[in-house]
Antibody, heavy 121, light 106 residues
Framework: ELQLVESGGGLVQPGRSLRLSCAAS????????MHWVRQAPGKGLEWVSG????????GYADSVKGRFTISRDNAKNSLYLQMNSLRAEDMALYYC??????????????WGQGTMVTVSS | SYELTQPLSVSVALGQTARITCGGN??????VHWYQQKPGQAPVLVIY???NRPSGIPERFSGSNSGNTATLTISRAQAGDEADYYC?????????FGGGTKLTVL
């Protein structure tokens, strides 16, 4: 079974940084685009960022542009999200999700279980 | 930014047909994807590109998209279909999700 496992979440003070990781297994990681999607407690889904298979195309939601950086290491089958200048409104469960294709214009067919980020002083 | 409008809740009697709509300006010109999310679980893709079912998704799930409305249809609704459902589109270099619809099976 295809698998994505997120890690790196936790409690962080406003203005500080956190790096999330997503480990992929049981599929050819570098064949697919990847995404981060978040969900605040009791709220809906919000796309955060996406990256194509070779990192050639990258996109961010306006709400995180300039503060978050997505990256991937295909040799390690891993996806990352560097989050700087964190705000209270960034508090959410962060999901890693796999695209159905190499570009990030396709639906997300596999999701991890998420890692929680809590921003509080 | 592009807005997607979903009803907050939809109710359906057991065994009947549920229809969940997703409204957006000329959404019929876009590819719409649908996700099911049960409490405490990650979302699951149930329909992609308007009307295509991923492997493992029952035929009871179907989708359509035309004009300003995309629709997810769940036939012969079961108790296990109770969940939040989200539509999704790609627009102007960004992915957008609808606000979600809570489906209750009575």
């Amino acid at each position: 079974e295809l698998q994505l496992v997120e890690s790196g979440g936790g409690l962080v003070q406003p203005g500080r940084s956190l790096r999330l990781s997503c480990a992929a297994s049981r599929f050819t990681f570098d064949d697919y685009a990847m995404h981060w999607v978040r969900q605040a407690p009791g709220k809906g889904l919000e796309w955060v960022s996406g990256i194509s298979w070779n990192s050639g195309s990258i996109g961010y939601a306006d709400s995180v542009k300039g503060r978050f950086t997505i990256s991937r290491d295909n040799a390690k089958n891993s996806l990352y999200l560097q989050m700087n200048s964190l705000r209270a409104e960034d508090m959410a469960l962060y999901y890693c999700a796999k695209s159905r294709s190499s570009g990030y214009y396709e639906a997300f067919d596999i999701w991890g279980q998420g890692t929680m980020v809590t921003v509080s002083s | 930014s592009y807005e997607l409008t979903q009803p907050l809740s939809v109710s359906v009697a057991l065994g009947q047909t549920a229809r969940i709509t997703c409204g957006g300006n000329n959404i019929g010109t876009k590819n719409v994807h649908w996700y099911q999310q049960k409490p405490g679980q990650a979302p699951v893709l149930v329909i992609y590109r308007d009307s295509n079912r991923p492997s493992g998704i029952p035929e009871r799930f179907s989708g359509s998209n035309s004009g300003n409305t995309a629709t997810l249809t769940i036939s012969r609704a079961q108790a296990g279909d109770e969940a939040d459902y989200y539509c999704q589109v790609w627009d102007s270099s960004s992915w957008m999700f609808g606000g979600g619809t809570k489906l209750t099976v009575l």
